[in-house]
């Protein structure tokens, strides 16, 4: 029996750091958008999608995107915050899509399509940086300075710090970062959580809801289980 609590105690420690996996994440992010006339892009503006990984709708009115430059803090002016407006509810197994930043100049370049939300003034770099989800806003805080409990999720890529363990690779104009399984995968490791997409495509509120999240063990069930099995 000591042996068995012994072994369940370890599963419980592996599995622990995982607990604080939040349903709401971000599951994609393209910094490429805007640009000159002549400027290749995949979309004209950058964009930041999130998902609902639970079971239940959630309300994230009043809940910030907020981006930091490769060495920034984070919303370092306001123009670097977005809120999603009051009453914001986000339904299980859903995307949203928020538009952000200066569109390209360039007539060739599709505009970001059907945002569910835009903010033209979060002007992202196409290479390296970082985007944060807060439940309240964290104006130009640094990395470790966040209010505590307000941190839903990040992701950094490129040279960017703050990651969660280690940062996605570079971006480009034509180039996004989408978190695997359609969004339910969440390790707390960017590197892993993530893959590098030549033209992503985003999805919003309207599009098709992932069939897999409801039926795909998230890593806060698993510790339930656990801990039901250590009981």
């Not at 012994?6 to 971000?26: D, E």
Request: aromatic share 8%; proline share 6%.
């Amino acid at each position: 029996m000591k042996r068995l609590a012994t072994s369940l105690m370890l599963l419980a420690l592996g599995v622990a750091p995982a607990f604080g996996a939040n349903a709401v994440r971000i599951s994609q992010i393209y910094g490429g958008g805007g640009g000159g006339a002549s400027t290749v892009t995949t979309w004209a503006q950058d964009y930041v999608e999130i998902f609902n990984n639970g079971n239940a709708a959630v309300n994230i009115g009043g809940w910030v995107i907020e981006y930091g430059s490769a060495a920034g803090n984070w919303g370092s002016s306001a123009g670097n915050i977005f809120t999603f407006p009051t009453g914001t509810t986000i339904q299980p197994c859903q995307y949203m899509l928020v538009a952000l930043g200066t569109a390209s100049l360039n007539p060739a370049v599709p505009p970001v399509p059907a945002p569910d939300f835009s903010n033209s003034t979060t002007n992202m770099s196409a290479t390296a940086g970082k985007v944060a989800l807060f439940n309240a806003p964290n104006a130009n805080l640094a990395c470790g300075s966040e209010i505590a409990g307000t941190l839903v999720d990040k992701v950094s890529y490129g040279t960017g710090n703050c990651p969660e363990n280690t940062n996605v690779g570079a971006l480009t104009n034509t180039s996004g970062a989408a978190r695997n399984n359609g969004g339910i995968t969440d390790t707390d490791n960017n590197l892993s959580d993530f893959t590098i997409v030549a033209n992503p495509v985003p999805r919003n509120s309207q599009s098709p809801r992932n069939p897999n999240c409801l039926v795909t063990p998230t890593r806060s069930s698993t510790w339930g289980q656990v801990k039901s099995i250590y009981r």
